[in-house]
């Protein structure tokens, strides 16, 4: 059974950090890819970051360009989203979802329909 599990959302204060993990089970990890996405309250799911874990490829939303840091850890089967100089619009529940890459011609990462997979969602808010 494909499992993801997120775990280390919380509550911070503006200017914070946090560190989300996305553990998964199930599955041949190195041969996924894994997407971090989120979504606020009244809002649609956006996409956050992905990385190929066979390659360390990565890509990040504009929003969140250096200041979230997605890195994998293949012996762990688990994928991180450092998250540093946290703004009050980073609250939301975050997702982590797999799907065999990242991007390919035809196919974004940051569209959610190709990912096969979707953990729970863990909650982060940071208040101002």
């Known amino acids: 059974e494909v499992q993801l599990v997120e775990s280390g959302g919380g509550l911070v204060q503006a200017g914070g950090s946090l560190r989300l993990s996305c553990a998964a089970s199930?599955?041949?990890?190195?041969?996924?890819?894994i997407g971090w996405f989120r979504q606020a309250p009244g809002k649609e799911r956006e996409g956050v970051s992905c990385i190929n874990t066979n390659s360390g490829s990565t890509y990040y939303a504009d929003s969140v360009k250096g200041r979230f840091t997605i890195s994998s850890d293949n012996a762990k089967n688990t994928v991180y989203l450092q998250m540093n100089s946290l703004e009050p619009e980073d609250t939301a529940v975050y997702y982590c979802?797999?799907?065999?890459?990242?991007?390919?011609?035809?196919?974004?990462?940051?569209?959610?329909?190709?990912?096969?997979?979707w953990g729970q969602g863990t909650q982060v808010t940071v208040s101002s």
């Open positions: 979802a797999a799907d065999g890459w990242c991007s390919r011609p035809g196919s974004r990462w940051y569209d959610q329909k190709k990912y096969n997979y």
């Open positions: 199930g599955f041949t990890f190195d041969d996924y890819a």
